[in-house]
């Protein structure tokens, strides 16, 4: 998947996922953008909701006042991503407003699918539309109802299956590691897509396990500090040293997974004569001997004849004399 300038198959694509931790200060959601360039982020993810068109007013006016403080405006949001260009990040945004995707649907470069929305059809089908990259979150959903769901999304015509990456992600905040479930990543990738994961465990032992489990993309909530206030997405971000150490250990991580193919490195081949055994005279042969498994013995280094051919040169008869331990050739068989 290709994310603008990046490419998933190549490098695991790591979002320092801001989300509402900015609270609503706009001088500090630049300054989180900022450490987040710093401390190894690929891509930046911001929130933007509109609280009347996510929350019921009935019975929710707290809730809805509690949201209000954490938003910022859909020019901010805009003013962000120019910011987060000029300072060479990829900016990424989840819409939690249905009314907004056509307003922005040009202005991202992919989109994702937050799970608390990830059953929501006509959501889903309006970001397919754009042809953009989705990243979905698959929180509160069973491998059962998310192939239910992936199933009713193929019948848009717009549907391209290498353009969704599915992400492991536990609803619950903070995730304990009792809950984590990591192995479902191999349950996803059955289904035939990228898959990554969406983090909302303490520390970042999650994320390294995803990506060993073949995780191409990695969310992590990301924080100034984790008693920046008593929201509670602080308490499971990583603040900046822990976001560095993330990045750091996801580019090992990247470069000690290599190839998808099981092939013979460079740095292996040179081992191979040294290492295999080759296919020699058990004890003095001489001309016209016919040979049987008891005249070879099978020692290093290996020989041009390989031993998994031995089979192949039984009852063969030598053209001349071949010393104990001599390499057998197979010139001299016929």
Known sequence: ????????????????????????????AKKLILLAKKNGADAVKFQFITPKNLVNPNNNEKRIKQLKKLCLS????????????????????????LEKIYKVKNKFPAFKIPS???????????YINTKKPILYSSGMLSSKLLEKIINRLKKNKNFNKKKICLMHC??????????????????IKKMGFEIGY????????????AAALGARVIEKH????HNFSKFRDHKHSANPKEFKALSEKI????FMLGSSKKIIGKTEEKNIKS???????????????????????????????????VDKIIGKKLKKNCNKYSEIYLKNLY
């Not at 994310?3 to 609270?23: S, V, W």
């Open 1 to 28: 998947m290709k994310i603008q300038n990046f490419d998933t198959l190549k490098k695991i694509f790591l979002i320092a996922e801001i989300g509402n931790n900015h609270e609503g200060n706009f001088k500090l």
């Open 74 to 97: 859909l020019k901010e949001i805009f003013e962000l991503r120019l910011y987060a260009k000029k300072n060479k990040i990829i900016f990424l945004c989840s819409f939690f407003d």
């Open 116 to 126: 608390g929305d990830n059953n929501n059809i006509s959501m889903i089908n309006e």
């Open 170 to 187: 536990v609803s619950n905040y903070p995730l304990e590691n009792r809950d984590s479930n990591m192995n479902s990543l191999i349950d």
């Open 198 to 209: 969406s983090d909302h465990a303490i520390g970042i032992d999650n994320c390294l396990v």
């Open 222 to 225: 990301f924080t100034l500090s």
């Open 251 to 254: 580019k090992k991580i990247n």
């Open 275 to 309: 290492l295999r055994r080759g296919v020699y005279a058990s004890k003095n042969l001489k001309k016209n001997d016919k040979l049987s498994l008891k005249d070879f013995i099978l020692l290093r280094p290996e020989t041009r004849l390989k031993i998994e051919d």
